[in-house]
Structure formats: structure tokens, C-alpha cells
């Protein structure tokens, strides 16, 4: 098993930055893919940004590439979203999520999910 436990989030003022944290523990070994996913309200969970658990490949949706950049550290079993040029539409609460086998953008694949953490941003 996996656990992932999210922090970061807040109010924010559109043009403004936060930086997510994903916090993995147990058998983080396992974990090949990781990646974050949000769920804006009374809307799907969408993707947003994964990244292998090794670091040499990432993945963006079309709404945050340019904006968001996704990273890892491995010694620290920490995921990172840093979040720039927040924008209202942006309002979400965000997953991080682990994947033992796979890299990909489908929700449907991770195995493990975060708890979620909200981010507001305001016009």
C-alpha cells in the first residue's frame, strides 16, 4: 500500500503562485508514475500533470503547460506542483495519485489517492 497525503493549497489572487506538496509513504517503491489530477466544483476529476517516479518524463494538460510545472524528489518521497499565473478557472480541489505500473493522464489507472487539498483562486 501507498499513502499520499497533499498540502499547499490556499486563497490565492489570480496572477498569483502556490506550490502543492504530495507526501508519499509505505511501499514507495513500487510506485512508477505519479501525478495530480483536479476536480473543479460540481465537475469531473481532470488531469493536470504526471511524472515518472524516477523524473526523466512529465506530461502536462493543454490548460497549465507554461503555467505548472510538476517535480519530484526522491529522497524526500515528495511530489511537487508549483503553480504560477493562477487564474479563477483554476479553482479545484487537487489529488495527488500513484501508479505502481503505468504513465498516463487516465484517473481510471492510479491506484492511489491523496486525501485532496482546494485551491482558490480569486478574480
Known amino acids: 500500500q501507498v499513502q499520499l497525503i497533499e498540502s499547499g493549497g490556499g486563497l490565492v489572487q489570480a496572477g498569483g503562485s502556490l506550490r502543492l506538496s504530495c507526501a508519499a509513504s509505505?511501499?514507495?517503491?513500487?510506485?512508477?508514475?505519479m501525478a495530480w489530477f483536479r476536480q473543479p466544483p460540481g465537475k469531473e476529476r481532470d488531469f493536470v500533470a504526471a511524472?515518472?517516479?524516477?523524473?526523466?518524463?512529465?506530461y502536462y494538460a493543454d490548460s497549465v503547460k507554461g503555467r505548472f510545472t510538476i517535480s519530484r524528489d526522491n529522497a524526500k518521497n515528495m511530489m511537487y506542483l508549483q503553480m504560477n499565473s493562477l487564474k479563477p478557472e483554476d479553482t479545484a480541489v487537487y489529488y495527488c495519485a500513484a501508479d505502481p505500473s503505468r504513465f498516463g493522464t487516465l484517473k481510471v489507472q492510479y491506484d492511489y489517492w491523496g486525501q485532496g487539498t482546494q485551491v482558490t483562486v480569486s478574480s
Open positions: 511524472i515518472t517516479w524516477s523524473g526523466s518524463t512529465t
Open positions: 509505505g511501499r514507495t517503491l513500487s510506485i512508477y508514475a
